[in-house]
């Protein structure tokens, strides 16, 4: 209003009292001037606490259900208010971590775990408190054979015995695996499983948190062609269309065995031994001609696919 008073509209705690009250000196040493200002901060900190609003109803702390490494985490927290209406907390919020040395927490809910193991987090908002269960699990490595070895074609699903280990070498067993491999066509992934499609050969990326390690493995399909008898039972054949093949006969004591690759005379085998094994590669249909592995035994002539395997390898 003309000629009225002013007022400077200005938000009520953009001067704080006690700079005001410094400001207009009254004669006191600097000395005496800092005690006032620290008794009006004393006096004045409930008010200030008062406008954060009205304490929640009930809060929760929100954490993700396995921590696998010392990336930082968010403490998501939740605040219900009288009219349990939900939303995240606003206000100060402190965090406590039990036990302390298991993860460190800052002012706004950065959690970094420092060693493997259980605890709980504890976030505090105007007095209200909840906890929630924290699980650090810092993986350092994945073991498992070099190799996976070979998968039967016909195996179905099948699960690998790989797992997730500690720095301390604790095995941690509820961590999750995934699986992805390179030769979608040989093998897939199925959760934690391996489900073999074709014949060849595979690699296995396993990953737990940030840690991965590959493995190599191989997909076979065994085969029981019709056992043939030649020689009055003395040998056996086996017919085959083309591929790569491997034989393997057992003998109850090292004895001489031959085994003649039809189509692929260079693929011949002639050893002395109680277990045999010849690889080869039709190129055209063939099949493979040795000796019976009950005559080498006992002379007897029965053919039959005892102690004699044979298979589709990459």
């Known amino acids: 209003?003309?000629?009225?008073?002013?007022?400077?509209?200005?938000?009520?705690?953009?001067?704080?009292?006690?700079?005001?009250?410094?400001?207009?000196?009254?004669?006191?040493?600097?000395?005496?001037?800092?005690?006032?200002?620290?008794?009006?901060?004393?006096?004045?900190s409930p008010l200030l606490g008062a406008c954060e609003g009205p304490a929640p109803k009930r809060v929760q702390v929100e954490l993700t259900p396995l921590v696998l490494s010392t990336a930082p985490v968010?403490?998501?927290?939740?605040?219900?208010d009288d009219s349990n209406q939900k939303d995240v907390a606003k206000g100060?919020?402190?965090?406590?971590?039990?036990p302390p040395e298991l993860a460190s927490v800052t002012a706004d809910g950065q959690l970094t775990c420092q060693s493997s193991g259980d605890?709980?987090?504890?976030?505090?908002?105007?007095?209200?408190?909840?906890?929630?269960?924290?699980?650090?699990r810092l993986v350092d490595h994945l073991e498992a054979p070099v190799s996976l070895?070979?998968?039967?074609?016909?195996?179905?699903?099948?699960?690998l015995d790989i797992a997730a280990f500690s720095k301390q070498g604790e095995r941690l067993s509820d961590v999750p695996l995934t699986f992805r491999t390179r030769n979608a066509q040989v093998v897939r992934s199925e959760g934690t499983k391996l489900v073999p499609l074709s014949v060849g050969e595979a690699k296995v990326t396993v990953s737990a948190g940030s840690v991965e390690r590959?493995?190599?493995l191989s997909v076979v399909r065994q085969l029981k062609p019709e056992a043939l008898p030649m020689?009055?039972?003395?040998?056996?054949?086996?017919?085959l269309e083309p591929g790569r093949y491997e034989l393997t006969v057992k003998l109850q004591s090292p004895k001489k065995l031959n085994a003649e690759w039809r189509g692929a005379p260079y693929c011949n085998y002639t050893g002395v031994a109680d277990?045999?094994?010849?690889?080869?590669?039709?190129?055209?249909?063939?099949?493979?001609?040795f000796d019976n592995p009950a005559y080498l035994d006992s002379g007897a002539t029965t053919v039959s696919h005892d102690g004699v395997t044979i298979f589709e390898v990459p």
């Open 231 to 239: 020689n009055n039972g003395q040998r056996i054949n086996f017919s």
């Open 275 to 289: 277990e045999h094994k010849s690889v080869c590669v039709l190129r055209a249909s063939g099949g493979v001609v």
């Open 74 to 80: 968010k403490a998501l927290v939740w605040a219900w």
């Open 214 to 216: 590959e493995f190599a």
């Open 92 to 98: 100060k919020v402190q965090f406590q971590v039990t």
């Open 1 to 44: 209003m003309s000629g009225g008073a002013r007022y400077d509209a200005r938000p009520m705690n953009s001067t704080p009292l006690w700079s005001l009250l410094a400001r207009s000196g009254f004669g006191l040493p600097s000395l005496k001037l800092r005690q006032l200002e620290l008794l009006c901060l004393g006096l004045l």
């Open 119 to 136: 605890g709980k987090v504890q976030a505090s908002l105007q007095g209200v408190a909840a906890d929630a269960p924290l699980k650090c």
């Open 149 to 159: 070895g070979r998968i039967e074609l016909s195996a179905g699903a099948v699960a």
